[in-house]
C-alpha cells in the first residue's frame, strides 16, 4: 500500500492550501481516511476523518470551520481544504487510511500512512 500526500507549503496566515492524497494498493477503495498532523515537539493529532460509505466527516475542534476534507470517487484522491491558515497550523501533515472492510470513527487510528507534506505558516 502505498500513500502519497502533496501540496504543502509555505503560506501567509490568511491563506489557503489544498492538500492532496491518492492511496494505492488496496483491492476496493478504503472506506476510512483521514488527515492528522504533527508540530515540532508535539504529539501527532487527527484533524479530519472522513468515511466513504456515507459521506460523514469528523473534524477536531481547532479546525472546524476552516478545514474541509472530501474524497473524489472518481479516482479515490483525498483532499484537504485548509482556510484562513494560522501560525499555529504549522505542521507536517500526514494522510492516513484504512484497509476497506472496516468501520470509520472519529477515533480511527489508521493502517496505512504516507510521509507527509509540511505546511507552514508565517506573519
Known amino acids: 500500500v502505498l500513500v502519497v500526500e502533496s501540496g504543502g507549503g509555505p503560506v501567509q496566515a490568511g491563506g489557503s492550501l489544498r492538500l492532496s492524497c491518492v492511496v494505492t494498493g488496496y483491492t476496493y477503495r478504503s472506506v476510512c481516511m483521514g488527515w492528522l498532523r504533527q508540530a515540532p515537539g508535539k504529539e501527532r493529532d487527527r484533524v479530519a476523518v472522513?468515511?466513504?460509505?456515507?459521506?460523514?466527516?469528523w473534524y477536531s475542534d481547532s479546525v472546524k470551520g476552516r478545514f474541509t476534507i472530501s474524497l473524489l470517487n472518481a479516482n479515490g484522491t483525498l483532499f484537504l481544504q485548509i482556510n484562513n491558515l494560522k501560525p499555529e497550523d504549522t505542521a507536517m501533515y500526514y494522510c492516513?487510511?484504512?484497509?476497506?472492510?472496516?468501520?470509520?470513527?472519529?477515533?480511527?487510528?489508521?493502517?496505512?500512512w504516507g510521509q507527509g507534506t509540511q505546511v507552514t505558516v508565517y506573519e
Open positions: 472522513i468515511a466513504n460509505d456515507r459521506g460523514r466527516t
Open positions: 492516513a487510511a484504512d484497509p476497506p472492510g472496516g468501520g470509520c470513527s472519529d477515533k480511527a487510528h489508521f493502517a496505512d
